[in-house]
């Protein structure tokens, strides 16, 4: 053959075989250790000249602590139960090296009791944690300020403090093969889907990598559409969004490391509301939902459009506007479509050059491009002051989404309308929108419609889809989630 057979995954028995597992021993300990310079290996002595060996990893332990309730309360016992004088509950024996090993890289203690031969583990981490801080991508004006942690177990209490009932379940999980990451699976039981539950539990099993750092490398493995540029679950670090979609019927999936939850199942329209829509009367945050759906359709057709008129459709633009184009585009070098890319392109080069710098040097950087750089550009004539007014206004648009992952899909959808409109005018648009809708209608969130509540069709849950009802009025929860508690209120005798 011209090339190499790749090897099958589901026929390698080499990496689904069972390690053997070793007795745990100070040597073997040693030889496992071996070149790690943060390792502790101390020997202490007891009043009644027992022998002690502490082995620990400095860098992941809280060494005070591991002073006050452990070497000193150990030393000063009298007798041979040094078991009974360690001042903390969580005190487990361990006989195999294997899991002797995973506990010293989690933050235990290795305790070898040579008396009693017998080794004992000591869970003693070392919380780094960034206090508890107001959210940087989801800001709103009133409203809970605090926002998630890169550490599981102060997550988990702000979703209980809002949610403090026996019915909010917590299933851990551990997914990658090197960094050992725990994922938390949150759900209401009697009220979220198992359907939903068992697919997600399914989902998480069966993930196969080496390395998660962040909440969308779970993601990427549990979507059902890998090369879709909508985001098939929603990612928030606000707890009262989390809690709010829990107590909808929805699930969440935490994990270690990172500030941002996942929340599925979701439809397309959810990547559209902000946690404020809940706090403004309804008609001002009815009134404010509509906007950000009209800055989407602006954001993405806004320049295809004027690309499809003034290349296409010049008739159709009235007499005094035409003048006024052609005076603007009478020195330009470029098509109304290169003159546009060129623009865009530039304008999105800006937006990741912001990203990535200092704060301050950002807002500099801002001044430059929107000022500098588009004032030049039409002086320069590289651009017409027609598009540049258009490109400012869909630019602003896209930032009204809520949802960031959204944002980038605009500016993928904005330039592929941009080459239809270019190729076939109005009607590339068109094309183009059908074929949006069209993949939007076959996306699955957690396998479950993304295009729900308009297909399949609920009309009881468009009270709060393009507009936000009265909460009064929303008393039941979305059919398109299929709770198994409908309504959101007790009958009252």
Not at 412 to 429: A, K, M, T, Y
Request: net charge neutral; charged share 20%.
């Amino acid at each position: 053959m011209f090339w190499k057979k790749g090897k099958s995954i589901a026929n390698d028995s080499s990496d689904t075989q069972q390690p053997v597992q070793r007795k745990i021993s100070l040597d073997s300990l040693k030889q496992v250790l071996n070149n790690m310079d943060d390792v502790e290996i101390i020997e202490r002595t007891t009043l009644n000249d027992q022998k002690i060996v502490f082995i620990y990893l400095r860098t992941l332990i809280d060494q005070e602590r591991l002073n006050e309730s452990i070497i000193e309360p150990v030393i000063q016992c009298p007798h041979a139960m040094i078991y009974e004088s360690i001042a903390t509950p969580k005190v487990m024996k361990v006989q195999w090296l294997e899991e002797a090993q995973k506990l010293l890289l989690t933050g235990a203690v290795l305790l070898n009791d040579c008396i009693q031969e017998q080794w004992l583990v000591i869970p003693l981490p070392n919380e780094l944690s960034r206090g508890i801080e107001t959210s940087d991508t989801e800001t709103i004006l009133y409203g809970a300020k605090d926002s998630f942690t890169e550490q599981l177990e102060p997550n988990i209490t702000l979703i209980r403090r809002r949610l403090p009932i026996t019915e909010l379940k917590t299933e851990k999980y551990k997914v990658g093969s090197l960094s050992e990451t725990t994922v938390v699976l949150m759900y209401i039981d009697g009220l979220t889907n198992p359907e939903y539950i068992s697919i997600a539990r399914q989902k998480i099993s069966e993930i196969n990598f080496d390395l998660f750092f962040d909440s969308s490398q779970v993601a990427a493995f549990m979507e059902e559409h890998h090369h879709s540029i909508f985001p098939q679950f929603q990612q928030t670090d606000r707890p009262d969004v989390c809690a709010y979609s829990l107590g909808l019927g929805k699930l969440t999936i935490m994990v270690e490391n990172t500030p941002f939850v996942l929340i599925a199942p979701i439809t397309f329209f959810h990547l559209f509301q902000s946690p404020e829509d809940y706090i403004n009367r309804w008609p001002v945050a009815s009134f404010l939902r509509v906007i950000r759906y009209l800055s989407f359709f602006l954001s993405v057709t806004l320049i295809p459009f004027y690309v499809a008129l003034t290349t296409h459709h010049y008739q159709m633009i009235p007499l005094q506007i035409l003048i006024v184009l052609e005076e603007s585009r009478s020195k330009l070098p470029f098509t109304p479509f290169w003159e546009a890319i060129l623009m865009l392109t530039i304008l999105e080069i800006i937006k990741e050059a912001s990203l990535r710098m200092p704060t301050k040097s950002s807002q500099t950087l801002g001044m430059i491009g929107g000022i500098v750089i588009g004032q030049a550009a039409v002086e320069a004539g590289f651009a017409s002051k027609v598009l540049i007014v258009l490109v400012c206004i869909s630019t602003i648009s896209s930032f009204l989404v809520p949802n960031y992952l959204m944002t980038k899909a605009n500016t993928l959808i904005q330039f592929g309308f941009l080459v239809l409109s270019s190729i076939f005018g109005v009607f590339g648009i068109a094309i183009g929108a059908v074929a949006i809708l069209a993949h939007l209608n076959g996306l699955t969130s957690l396998k479950q419609p993304y295009f729900s509540p308009i297909a399949p069709f609920y009309w009881k849950d468009w009270i709060d889809l393009f507009i936000r009802g009265p909460l009064i009025s929303m008393k039941s929860r979305p059919d398109h989630l299929h709770p198994l508690q409908k309504w959101r209120y007790k009958r009252r005798m």
